[in-house]
């Protein structure tokens, strides 16, 4: 395959040498016109000549008969060769005129020397034409020769390469338009390139969440617990986990990665892997979250950070003990008795900002007790960001309004309720981020 491929290079870069097609055609008409002219040159000094000789001997007919006319007395010889016309005359006073001899040499002269005549301005006519073509094909034919060498060479893939034109006219508009041409599909090989690499970077990052969000849901005796995670176009590393304790507590992580990407997928497969590590050492979310901060903040990226929800479910007694790490989306909690939406937010800042004096003395913890018939819902900021065609964000009245119309339906129906309203006012606009929620609702 390759041995084939260089053959062709070799055939295509022969066909450079010498003149290029435009110039030769130019020069062929050129030559054409120039042969047509001297044959034309020369028909005429032939006809011309002719002309002449009939012109010269119709005119000694005249001469004759004029002659004749006068007086009427001698014989008149017209040589049967045409050689000379002869006749002798006397005039009035009695002179005796001598002969006249008009050679047909003279006007063969007459003749041959018009036909040289017309031959050399048909001459001087080939040679100018001939010239004009040379002309045409240094001013008009080279360069265009030229751009076609350049074409070729971009056509090799030698993007790189540019048009080479000088001064104005047809020529420089002709290799303005393809420097043009060519610029534009630079920029869209790059654009595609870029694409290209950005959807690879989405397909990672979407398998890595994929692989660390949980397969299932455990189920509680007495409790519903449900999740969903809804992708965006662009897969980033906001994620939910669900954690199983030896003591029956289970813990529930939402998190909102900083960025989008593969860069936002790996800082999410770090804080997870810390999160979990740290929540399963110490059944404490302030302790277990300031642990987390320590370890994240050394290897995270400048400019990333990490927010994490952490709520520490007792089952048997009801209890929740909640702590944020500047989460901003704060945890909902419905009343079913009084069928009222209340936000709880407990203080601290994101993880791997700080080592650990300020984010250990900022966090704080807040607990609360619930009820049959509440529901607990733990989300990013994504239910409240999403954008209609018009640009409008639903807002976070807005996503509590739709959190409030569910809350009372069981888990299954009531993620299902939520994410219809989240696409009802989105009208087919993608998410921006990905959307994650955790619910859980006390049924006895």
């Known amino acids: 395959m390759s041995g084939s491929a260089k053959t062709k ?16 055609i130019v020069l062929l008409v050129g030559g054409l016109v120039g042969g047509l002219s001297i044959v034309s040159a020369l028909w005429l000094a032939y006809v011309a000549g002719s002309y002449v000789q009939e012109a010269g001997r119709t005119g000694a007919r005249y001469a004759v008969a004029s002659a004749r006319g006068l007086d009427g007395l001698h014989r008149i010889t017209l040589s049967e060769r045409g050689d000379y016309l ?5 005039d009035s006073l009695g002179k005796t ?11 063969d002269t007459i003749s041959s020397s018009t036909r040289a005549a017309i031959l050399v301005a048909a001459i001087a006519l080939a040679v100018l034409t001939f010239a004009t073509a040379l002309f045409i094909a240094i001013r008009v034919a080279a360069p265009l020769n030229r751009i076609l060498e350049d074409v070729t060479e971009i056509s ?3 993007l790189e390469h540019r048009i080479r034109t000088s001064g104005g006219g047809e020529i420089a508009t002709l290799a303005r338009a393809v420097t043009r041409m060519v610029d534009d599909l630079v920029e869209k090989r790059a654009t595609d390139a870029e694409l290209g690499r950005r959807e690879h970077d989405v397909n990672i990052a979407a398998e890595i969440r994929r692989a660390l969000i949980p397969d299932s849901i455990p189920q509680l005796a007495g409790w519903e617990l449900a999740a969903t995670d809804l992708a965006a176009i662009d897969a980033g590393g906001d994620f939910f986990d669900v954690l199983e304790f030896p003591s029956g507590r289970i813990g529930l992580v939402v998190s909102e990665i900083a960025g989008t990407g593969v860069s936002s997928a790996m800082v999410m497969t770090m804080a997870r892997a810390y999160l979990r590590a ?5 059944e404490e979310p302030v302790e277990a979250l300031a642990r987390a901060n320590r370890l ?3 290897d995270m990226r400048r400019g990333m950070y990490v927010t994490a929800l952490y709520a520490l479910l007792d089952p048997q007694a009801g209890e929740l003990r909640l702590a944020s790490a500047g989460h901003k989306v704060p945890l909902l909690r419905w009343h079913g008795e009084s069928r009222r939406l209340q936000m709880m937010q407990s203080e601290g800042i994101a993880l791997g900002l700080d080592p650990g004096p300020v984010f250990e003395r900022t966090i704080r913890e807040a607990k609360v007790l619930v009820a049959p018939g509440d529901r607990l819902v733990i989300t990013n900021t994504c239910g409240a960001t999403v954008r209609n065609p018009a640009g409008e964000e639903l807002g976070e009245k807005g996503f509590y309004r739709i959190v409030a119309q569910h809350a009372g339906a069981d888990s299954d129906r009531f993620l299902q309720g939520v994410l219809a309203g989240i696409e009802a006012h989105a009208q087919g606009v993608p998410l921006e981020r990905n959307f994650v929620m955790v619910t859980l609702k006390r049924s006895s």
């Not at 002869?86 to 006397?90: A, D, G, K, L």
């Open 9 to 24: 290079g070799k055939a295509r870069s022969g066909g450079g040498v010498g003149l290029g097609l435009v110039p030769r």
């Open 86 to 90: 002869e006749f002798t005359s006397e």
């Open 296 to 298: 994240i903040r050394a």
């Open 278 to 282: 740290e929540a399963l050492r110490v």
């Open 97 to 107: 005129l001598p002969p006249v001899q008009v050679p047909r040499q003279a006007f």
């Open 156 to 158: 090799r893939g030698k």
